[in-house]
């Protein structure tokens, strides 16, 4: 176990807990996970596993290649103890924010001793928390484009809620649909790691690859049809097995009639922190004149699971503006998607954003002229070869 100041690197016996201290507890995120660790090694990134203090910090380092350095990533990270997260409450008063970058500061310290020309992180930390953003500027970090598809997120607050409260808190037409939707035969399967049964819910036989795989030509689909490119199975479904098998995912899926009926769309969640957190969801386009609700259903039966694991809350993911981030507005190509998420009851959330520190500029610079021309080649190479 290499140490330096307040940072040290956990490897072997010493990461038995990493998920429970990085996933589990509140402000958590899979992101942060040995399984996403595991899967991000297999693309050329090298995982070092860091705690500060009772920070943890999973950080994916890469080579420039060819060049001496690397640049490093802390997806979603540094996560710590802190409460979880309260809708409208601005910014945290227990200063875990500041707590964060404090962490980030001796993280990047840390990994430029180890010959790192640059650091990125995006932890989840409010957009109008000041000490936050006064502690990065002193550690030396500047916001940069973001990294994830979403920088802010839409909410639903649950802690101490039941069902029927949160029903209720659902817009009438929303409700309506839902209720459409059940009357209509649709079915909702759970794909989930967790034994234990849920009401609402059919569990299907299999270990869940199929599902994953029929998911996924939703997504491919579902890109064609908003313009844009959903990555091939290569660079998703061996993650979401990982996931899957680590408890960390849960794939939510309409069925037309029940278990062997056909797919009219899918949620797929992660399970982390506080809450449950929407990352994709598709339906099938051709289904959506005689089946108007499944998508309204999949989200509700999310609420109804995130209720009964006793969450604080449930993610319905990003709906921002590609470029400008800002609260969508009337006009605005996500602002449909937006108030199909408000009508669930769930509030904007607005966070920091992705920032960096760079230590050595000259080699940063080369680094990354380095791996674009190694990705036009690639490019090139792919091209050439069809």
Known sequence: MATIGEVRELQGDDLADWDAAAVDAAGGHVYQSRAWAAHRSGRGWRPRFLA????????????????????????????????????????????????????????????????????????????DDEPYALTLRANGFRAIPEIQPSRHRMAVHLAGADEAGAFNAIARATRQRIRHAERNG??????????????????????????????????????????????????????????????????????????????????????????????????LMSRRSDQPGTMHLLRWRAIQLAIAEGRAEMDLGGVDVPGARHLPRPGDATYGLYEHKRSFGADWVALAGAHERVERPWRYAAGRAAARASRALERGRRGAAR
């Open 52 to 127: 500060v203090g009772g920070h943890r910090a999973l950080v994916l380092v890469r080579p420039w290649g060819g060049l001496p350095g690397g640049s490093a990533y802390a997806p979603r990270g540094p996560v710590g103890p802190r409460p979880p997260w309260r809708l409208g409450a601005g910014p945290a008063a227990d200063g875990s924010g500041q707590q964060v970058g404090d962490a980030l500061g001796a993280v990047a310290e840390w990994l430029a001793a180890e010959d790192v020309d640059v650091l990125a992180a995006d932890p989840e930390v409010a957009d």
């Open 186 to 283: 649709v079915t909702v399967v759970r794909h989930d790691a967790d034994p234990r049964d849920r009401e609402g819910f059919l569990r299907p036989g299999g270990d869940g690859h199929d599902a994953l795989e029929t998911f996924h030509s939703l997504m491919v689909e579902t890109g064609r049809r908003r313009d844009f490119a959903f990555p091939g199975p290569g660079d998703f479904l061996g993650w979401w097995h990982r996931a899957l098998a680590a408890g960390h995912l849960v794939h939510l899926e309409a069925r037309d009639g029940g278990v062997g009926g056909e797919v009219l769309g899918g949620l797929l969640l992660y399970r982390h922190g506080s809450r449950l957190s929407t990352q994709h969801a598709a339906d």
